[in-house]
């Protein structure tokens, strides 16, 4: 029998953490592998832990309502299995004079092994700005492995070379936390509010965002009239038809993604040495709950009609309201579409959904006077805000891919729209 550990899984794109909501075993009972153990919230999403082995669960490392960080022990599992983790397991151990010998050849060879690297370790620590005397290996001796810079390079958590201008961005991140630790003294009537883990990462995405991509933002005018008329003549055939309402949203996202299949540029992600771009049109959305903002994805939005895209929104909102988010609902997201006229905003500048290359903000519609054939019209009017990312895209494309939305928008009708 064997003693192994089961971590805590990474339950999304960007998630670095999960707090234990529930225990769904006990100690000393039997599992069969894939089985769920455990649920786990998120910033993103409620999840069950499935068990990575079959056998007994002897020890619960983590208790209900302790947040660990992915990759983190949460609980032992006594099994017949043969670990594949390169440390050998408790049941496992040698013997104690073995154990001794070992580590004093682990003591000899460690300061030769730590500073003599493979040539396939150069290389990828050279091709990803790896800093190697940061890198805890897991050879012999400490030796850092092929194996442990492509793990740190997939998690996204392989320490960097510092360059001059980490060096000075580093000096004024410490600046800036001494100014606001001095502007943030108490005074009578302040309240204190604790950082919640879904605030606590919506913060850390934002300034990586920011920190990473170099932002720029385009605006375009359309003239829905046509569509607000076509959306109230079929609101309520609609409603009673599918059970829930129609949303000028719909509209809005179908434009975008069948936009994104003549401009796919804008489906991409940086990726150092080059851009991926990708194959599915998956629309994340942001959608509030409570105080929180969770941003579950329509898959394959540019292969849906109005009416699919429609209950995928309604589908997500419901699954966000009631906690029931899972993993699939909100990973994968290739662009993302922003409501910000559900607050009646008429402008703004959205922070890029890390790591897409854009977000569209859909600002609130209005009424306004227009000219129109030298004379003033009332027309309904919404302002759509792009945000970029300016490594991969420009102006030019980004202009005519807007202008391919608004296109779209200002010609639909009864024989435009599919249904």
Not at 9 to 38: C, F, H, M, Q, R
Not at 44 to 72: C, F, L, M, R, W
Not at 284 to 290: M, P, Y
Not at 362 to 388: C, G, Q
């Amino acid at each position: 029998m064997a003693k192994q550990k089961i971590l805590m899984p990474k339950l999304g794109e960007s998630v670095t953490e999960g707090t234990i909501n529930t225990w769904l075993i006990n100690e000393g009972d039997i599992v069969e592998k894939y089985d769920p153990i455990a649920e786990v919230t998120t910033d993103k999403v409620n999840a069950e832990v499935p068990s990575s082995y079959s056998g007994k669960i002897v020890e619960i490392v983590a208790k209900e309502g302790t947040t660990v960080a992915v990759d983190d022990l949460i609980c032992y599992i006594e099994t017949e299995e043969v670990s594949t983790d390169a440390r050998t397991s408790e049941d496992e151990a040698p013997s104690q004079a073995q154990e001794t010998k070992e580590r004093k050849e682990d003591i000899k060879q460690s300061t030769e092994n730590q500073a003599r690297y493979s040539p396939a370790v150069i290389r990828i620590a050279g091709e990803h700005n790896i800093n190697l005397s940061e890198v805890e290996g897991s050879g012999l001796g400490g030796r850092i492995t092929r194996k442990d810079l492509l793990k740190l390079v997939e998690q996204g958590t392989a320490p960097a070379e510092e360059t001059t201008r980490d060096s000075e961005v580093k000096r004024t991140k410490i600046k800036a936390e001494k100014s606001t630790t001095t502007q943030a003294t108490r005074m009578a009537g302040d309240r204190e509010i604790p950082i919640t883990s879904v605030r606590k990462t919506i913060a850390e995405n934002m300034v990586r965002s920011k920190e990473e991509i170099p932002h720029a933002w385009m605006t375009v005018e359309v003239d829905v009239t046509d569509l607000v008329a076509l959306r109230n003549r079929v609101k309520d055939s609609f409603k009673e038809r599918e059970g829930f309402s129609l949303t000028y949203f719909a509209f809005f996202i179908n434009a975008v993604a069948r936009a994104l299949k003549e401009y796919p540029s804008l489906n991409s992600t940086w990726a150092g040495d080059k851009i991926i771009e990708r194959g599915d049109i998956n629309i994340s959305i942001a959608v509030a709950k409570e105080n929180e903002l969770y941003v579950p994805v329509i898959k394959d939005a540019a292969d849906k009609n109005i009416t699919g895209i429609a209950k995928a929104i309604h589908q997500l909102a419901e699954k966000t309201h009631e906690g029931t988010l899972k993993q699939e609902d909100i990973s994968d997201g290739t662009f993302t579409v922003n409501n910000t006229g559900t607050f009646g905003s008429v402008s703004s500048m959205g922070i890029i959904n890390y790591p897409q290359a854009a977000i569209l903000q859909v600002e609130t519609i209005v009424k306004r006077p227009v000219i129109i054939d030298d004379m003033f019209a009332a027309r309904d009017i919404v302002n759509l805000s792009l945000s970029l990312d300016h490594r991969i895209l420009d102006g030019l494309i980004c202009g005519r891919f807007l202008a391919r939305v608004k296109e779209i928008l200002e010609n639909m009708n009864e024989e435009t729209v599919d249904l």
